[in-house]
T-cell receptor, first 113, second 112 residues
Framework: NAGVTQTPKFQVLKTGQSMTLQCAQD?????MYWYRQDPGMGLRLIYY???????DKGEVPNGYNVSRLNKREFSLRLESAAPSQTSVYFC????????????FGEGSRLTVL | GENVEQHPSTLSVQEGDSAVIKCTYS??????FPWYKQELGKGPQLIID?????GEKKDQRIAVTLNKTAKHFSLHITETQPEDSAVYFC???????????FGKGNQVVVIP
């Protein structure tokens, strides 16, 4: 039972490079989320998708784009990486948005030099 | 939007003692309050949650209490064990209850 799978687990980028973080869930959940976790800042929502075909901004969307490819997959793209985007990124899913259990992936540690 | 604050930021307890973490929230319309536990190198995992129509919920050694009037809710861990050492996040369903707002997290250290 895989749950939520994120790739890659680790990535080092140079400033200005682009990359995509991939996320897939096998629980048939409607809603998917991308969070970033920084020391002393907790979990901050970047973007979310309440259902297939919709995406909405969270607290910290600047510098990111997302694609809800299908019900299973939700990707996060950094078009031009900046050192301020060095963080641990978590993908999560839930049966419905807002008031249901979130299932998190193991995280992707990104360093931007 | 919703603002969730957690206190204290770090908590050290002797094994066997109780630990209490308190969170406050700002949006009186929030109606769902979960607690997540994050172990080192892993993603957060739900340990207990409470909805606004109840004041307390218990699951073995953990319990959550909710005071809607004062807009705060607390996590209680009794008979703490070393495996309780982790970061704990509270959250509230603000933003029209469409998504969760998380607190900054509490580091709990259980001293054997």
């Amino acid at each position: 039972n895989a749950g939520v799978t994120q790739t890659p687990k680790f990535q080092v980028l140079k400033t200005g490079q682009s990359m995509t973080l991939q996320c897939a869930q096998d629980m048939n959940h409607n809603s998917m989320y991308w969070y970033r976790q920084d020391p002393g800042m907790g979990l901050r929502l970047i973007y979310y998708s309440a259902s297939e075909g919709t995406t909405d901004k969270g607290e910290v969307p600047n510098g990111y784009n997302v694609s809800r490819l299908n019900k299973r997959e939700f990707s996060l793209r950094l078009e031009s990486a900046a050192p301020s985007q060095t963080s641990v990124y978590f993908c999560a899913s839930s049966e419905q948005s807002g008031t249901g259990e979130l299932f998190f992936g193991e995280g992707s540690r990104l360093t931007v030099l | 939007g919703e603002n969730v604050e957690q206190h204290p930021s770090t908590l050290s307890v002797q094994e066997g003692d109780s630990a209490v973490i308190k969170c406050t929230y700002s949006d009186s319309a929030s109606n769902y309050f979960p607690w997540y536990k994050q172990e080192l190198g892993k993603g957060p995992q739900l340990i207990i949650d409470i909805r606004s129509n109840v004041g307390e919920k218990k699951d073995q050694r953990i319990a959550v209490t909710l005071n809607k009037t004062a807009k705060h809710f607390s996590l209680h861990i009794t008979e703490t064990q070393p495996e309780d050492s982790a970061v704990y996040f509270c959250a509230a369903s603000g933003y029209g209850n469409n998504r969760l707002a998380f607190g900054k997290g509490n580091q709990v250290v259980v001293i054997p």
